[in-house]
C-alpha cells in the first residue's frame, strides 16, 4: 500500500537506465530552466505571501515541477487546461510571468483581471483556459474543447484526486471513442488536501485508464522519463500519463508539515554535476533566481 | 402553412449545424422519435454517453472553441446532474476569464401520464437565481426565434425552458387588456394555456382578468406596459409550472409588488414529492384550481378582507 512513509521508492517508478543521454544537453538543460523558473518563482510567491503581500489563497506547485517542464518540452499545445495547482503549467509552457504576479496580488492587470486568483490562470497566448476552482472539471471541459475542434492539440492536468471525480474517467472514455486529441497527464502526489490515496480508493488509475482504451503509463516524475513517454505517446492521442511526484508544502499555503518524499529538482542537479554540466545549471540557477527576484520586487513596488 | 413549435426548434438546429458550424448535443437524441421530433437529422449531432454530468461538460467544452453547442436535457428534472458545469463554468467564465462560453440548453418538461418523481418537473427558477445566465420559457415558434436571435448576438448561456405540450403550438399569444379588469395574471411557460382556459370560464362568472404572457424571465423584463394593466386592477397573480415557493412565481410576484405596490400573489407547482398515480401529480395549475384561487382572490380584494396566503 503507497503511503507517505514508503512512498519515496516511486522516485525511479518506470526507470529506464541511461535516457537523460538520449536527449541533447541543450534539451535538458531547457527543461532544467523550467524546473527552475517555477522553483524560483514560487519562492518569491511565498516571501509574498508570508508578508502579507498575496492575500488570496495560494496553491504552490515546489516540487512537482518537472512534469509540465517536461510536457511542455514535448508537447507544443494549442489548448491547455490545468486546474487549481497551475503555475507550473502556465509557466513551463510561456505564460507571462508579470500579470501572474499581478494576478496573484489581485490586480485588474492580472492575467485573469485578479478575478481567477492562484487557481484560476489563464493566458491566451499559449492557449491556457482559466480554471475556476472545482477539480476535475476541467477534464471534460478539455475533452469538449478537443471534440469542439479537432485540429487542435490539447493538454489536461489534473491530479490523482480529481481522478476520482465520476466525471473525469466517463470524459476520458468520451475522449477514446472519439479519438480525440488530447493529452491527459496526472500529477499523482498521493494526497487530496491532507488524505492519502489508500484512504480514498483501492483502484489503480492506470489500470482503469488501460481498461477504458486509454494508451497509459505510470511513471514518476523523472523529466527524461516524461520526455521520452511524451515522445511515445503524442503520436497516437489520446493518451494518459500518470506521474508520481511530490508536493513539498501544504495543499494551500506556505506550510510544510515534513520533508517531502524526494526532491527532483536536487535529484537532477546531481545528474547534471554527474554529467559535466555543473557550471550550466550553476548560471542557470543564478539567472532564474536574479529574474525573479527583480521581477516579483519591480511589480511589488507598485502597490 | 405556418409552423409549429417544434418544426421551429428542428429547423432552428438544422440551419445551425449546417450552416454556422453549430454542434448539438445530447442522450439517446435518435431514439423514441428525436426527441418529440425537434432534433434535426443532420450532421453535427453528438450522441452523448448516459453520463449526465461529464456530458455537460463536454459540451460546455465545446462552446470554449466557439461552437454555440444545443445541449438537449430531455427531462428538466435531470438539470441537477447536469448543472455544475453551466452554473460553475458556462455562467462565471465571462466574469472571470473575460470570455463568455455561450451554451444554449434546451431543458424539456413533460407532465402527466405517470412521469413521476423525476421525469415531471418543471425547473427553470434555480438558474434564475444564479448569475451569468439568460432564462426564458418560449411556448410560441416566434418566442423560440426571438430566443435564439439573443443567444446567438450574446455570449452567455442560455436556459431555455420548454414544454412538450406546447411543442404542437402555431399561434402567436397576445396579452388581453380589457377595461375595468378584476385581476392581472403574469403567466409563465405550460400555465399560460391553463391560464387562458380559466380566463375563459371566469368571464362566464363576470369576472374580468387581464392576462400578460412572461417570455422572459431572467433578465426580467417588466415593462410600463405590462405593469399598467396591475395599476389599473390593483390585483395580480402569477402562475408558473415550477415551485411556488423560492420559485418563479413568488419571485416575479414581489417584484411585481414592489414596483408597483399593489398586491401580487403567486400560484405554482405545490410543496411535495410526485408520485406516478394520476391522483400523485404535481403539476402546472390546471384552470380549475386557477378559478378557484381568482375567484377568492377577487372576493377578498372587493370585500377588503386581509389576503391569505395559503390556498
Known sequence: ?303 | MEKTLRETIREISRKHLTENNGILMGQCLSAVGWVDNTVPDCAGTVELPMTDVAGAGIATGTAITGRRPIFVIRFQDFIFLNSSFFINYAAKAKYLFGKGVPVFIRLLAKEGKGTGPVHSGVLHSIFMHMPGFKVCAPMTPGEYEEAWKVFMENDEPMLVSEHRGSFGQKEELANIIIPDADITIYAISMARFSVLEAVKSLEKEGIKCNVIHLFWLKPLALSEQMMDPLRQSQLGLVVDPDFEIAGASQSVAYELMTRTGFSVRALGAEDRSVGTAENQENTTPKPDKIVKVIKELVRQKYEKKSINYHW
Open chain 1, 1 to 303: 500500500m503507497e503511503t507517505k512513509a514508503n512512498r519515496a521508492n516511486l522516485k525511479n517508478l518506470g526507470d529506464i537506465p541511461g535516457l537523460s543521454d538520449s536527449l541533447s544537453p541543450e534539451k535538458r538543460l531547457e527543461i532544467f530552466r523550467k524546473m527552475c523558473l517555477v522553483r524560483s518563482f514560487e519562492k518569491e510567491v511565498i516571501k509574498a505571501y508570508d508578508a502579507g503581500s498575496i492575500k488570496c489563497p495560494i496553491y504552490l506547485s515546489i516540487g512537482q515541477e518537472a512534469v509540465s517542464a517536461a510536457v511542455s518540452a514535448f508537447f507544443p499545445s494549442d489548448l491547455i487546461f490545468a486546474q487549481h495547482r497551475c503555475h507550473s503549467v502556465y509557466l513551463a509552457f510561456g505564460g507571462d510571468q508579470g500579470k501572474l504576479i499581478d494576478e496573484l496580488l489581485g490586480r485588474e492587470s492580472g492575467c485573469s483581471r485578479g478575478r481567477g486568483g492562484s487557481p484560476g490562470l489563464q493566458d491566451e497566448k499559449i492557449g491556457m483556459i482559466g480554471h475556476h476552482g472545482l477539480i476535475g472539471e476541467n477534464v471534460p471541459l478539455a475533452v469538449g474543447a478537443a471534440l469542439g475542434d479537432k485540429s487542435k492539440k490539447v493538454a489536461c492536468f489534473f491530479g490523482d484526486g480529481a481522478a476520482e471525480e465520476d466525471y473525469v474517467f466517463t470524459s476520458m472514455g468520451f475522449a477514446v471513442t472519439h479519438k480525440l486529441p488530447v493529452f491527459f497527464v496526472c500529477e499523482d502526489n498521493n494526497l487530496a488536501v491532507l488524505t492519502e490515496k489508500a484512504e480514498r480508493r483501492s483502484w489503480d488509475l492506470v489500470a482503469a485508464a488501460k481498461a477504458i482504451g486509454l494508451p497509459a503509463v505510470d511513471i514518476s516524475d523523472d523529466p527524461w522519463l516524461i520526455s521520452y513517454h511524451v515522445k511515445q505517446l503524442a503520436s497516437n492521442l489520446p493518451a494518459f500519463i500518470n506521474c508520481r511526484t511530490s508536493r513539498h508544502h501544504w495543499h494551500t499555503g506556505t506550510g510544510v508539515d515534513s520533508a517531502p518524499e524526494w526532491d527532483r529538482l536536487e535529484i537532477v542537479k546531481e545528474q547534471f554535476l554527474a554529467a559535466g554540466l555543473g557550471k550550466e545549471i550553476e548560471e542557470i540557477e543564478n539567472q532564474t533566481k536574479e529574474s525573479a527576484d527583480q521581477l516579483w520586487r519591480k511589480h511589488l513596488e507598485k502597490q
